[in-house]
């Protein structure tokens, strides 16, 4: 365990009978509290201005979908799952010559990163208010920087793994939209799930796991701004991990 030695869990086989799905349904809340006056405003308002739509047929050249930002962005990071935003719009904020998508389908998350955005006056954040899988099958290979996982849901129970974001199939499809050197980050609290994606990743032969100490898994990445459930996973005694994975020259 993590918490309680300064190593990683083992990477484990598959559990699951059969291989896992190929095309993943969604899984997860789409609304919770009611939404506040303002926020309802802003979704109105903001989210048009922000949202990645996806007309019928073709490939997405994400470098086009940041009009506001001078010459365009130099490149493009993705974040799968962004909660509250928090850690994105610090992210833009802190790479204004970034082009920031999130993807993010639960709408009280929403309401938060555009609530930042606005009072940053970020220009450099797009939002896929949805399941980011039809998104990722639009865009071309070799198009992103950086894709990050942050604290995804770890469907805990044996029956529910298969709901779980990362699989060989996810992977390979990160892996391919990457850059040669981009990075995929991965945070979670749950030793189970870390275990279960190093697992996945030492089998896949286009991503490579560069961590030479504990330091390299158990101390935030660089920049970290930190995130509501990360805070709250600590407050409860549960340590962290961070993984950072490098896409492999072609």
């Known amino acids: 365990m993590i918490g309680r030695a300064d190593v990683p ?32 405003t802003r979704l109105e308002t903001l989210l048009p201005a922000l949202r990645i739509d996806l007309p019928p047929g073709g490939r997405i050249d994400p470098l086009t979908l940041f009009p506001q930002m001078k010459a365009g962005p130099d490149e493009v990071w993705l974040e799968i799952g962004f909660g509250g935003g928090e850690h994105l719009a610090a992210q833009a904020a802190a790479h204004p010559r970034i082009g920031f998508i999130g993807a993010e389908a639960f709408v009280n998350g929403v309401v938060k ?20 899988a039809p998104l990722l099958a639009r865009l071309p290979d070799a198009c992103l920087g950086r894709v990050s996982l942050l604290y995804p849901d770890p469907w805990p129970k044996r029956r529910q793994r298969k709901r779980r974001f990362v699989s060989d199939e996810s992977l390979a499809q990160i892996a391919h939209l990457l850059k040669d050197g981009g990075t995929f980050r991965f945070a979670s609290d749950i030793d189970d799930y870390v275990g279960w994606t190093l697992a996945r990743v030492a ?25 509501r459930y990360e805070a709250k996973a600590i407050a409860t005694g549960r340590r962290p991990t961070y993984l950072e994975f490098v896409r492999n020259p072609r």
Do not use: C, I, M, Y
């Open 203 to 227: 089998r896949n032969p286009d991503l490579h796991w560069g961590a030479a100490s504990s330091r390299d898994w158990l101390e935030p990445f660089p920049g970290w701004p930190g995130t």
């Open 9 to 40: 869990p083992a990477p484990e086989g598959n559990e699951e009978t059969g291989s896992e799905e190929a095309e993943r349904a969604f899984f997860g809340r789409r609304k919770g509290k009611r939404l506040r006056d303002a926020q309802e």
């Open 113 to 132: 990163l555009l609530a930042d955005v606005e009072a940053r006056g970020l220009d450099n954040v797009r939002v896929r208010d949805g399941d980011v």
